[in-house]
């Protein structure tokens, strides 16, 4: 019985541990300024935004390696529109729509 409270314990540490790559991940975001980014990268937003009103754009890091996400206001919905460091478009979704599949709440 004495030995059952610090197995619990230690595999608490250890379980909250695993996560703490995945929520240092989420907090590597920085908003910027259009004017701050790449030519090539504010080409593709411009593009894909089209006349829309780009909200906010985040420089944020996935896999070790930069991404752009600018978040767009689409007829009263919100869309990011996501673009790599070179320009190159990646993807583009709702917002509520991604955070929904992967349980979060917006």
């Known amino acids: 019985m004495k030995y059952i409270v610090p197995i619990i314990a230690v595999a608490s540490v250890l379980t909250l541990g ?12 920085q908003t910027v300024k259009m004017s701050d980014l790449p030519a090539a990268v504010q080409t593709t937003i411009k593009d894909k935004a089209g006349s829309n009103e780009i909200v906010k754009i985040e420089k944020k890091t996935e896999e070790g390696k930069t991404v752009y996400e600018a978040v767009v206001n689409k007829k009263g919905k919100e869309w ?9 478009f990646l993807k583009q979704y709702q917002e509520g729509k991604e955070k929904e599949e992967k349980g979060e709440k917006y």
């Open 18 to 29: 695993a996560w703490t790559p995945l929520s240092a991940e989420e907090e590597n975001e």
């Open 80 to 88: 990011s529109i996501e673009v790599d460091a070179t320009g190159t």
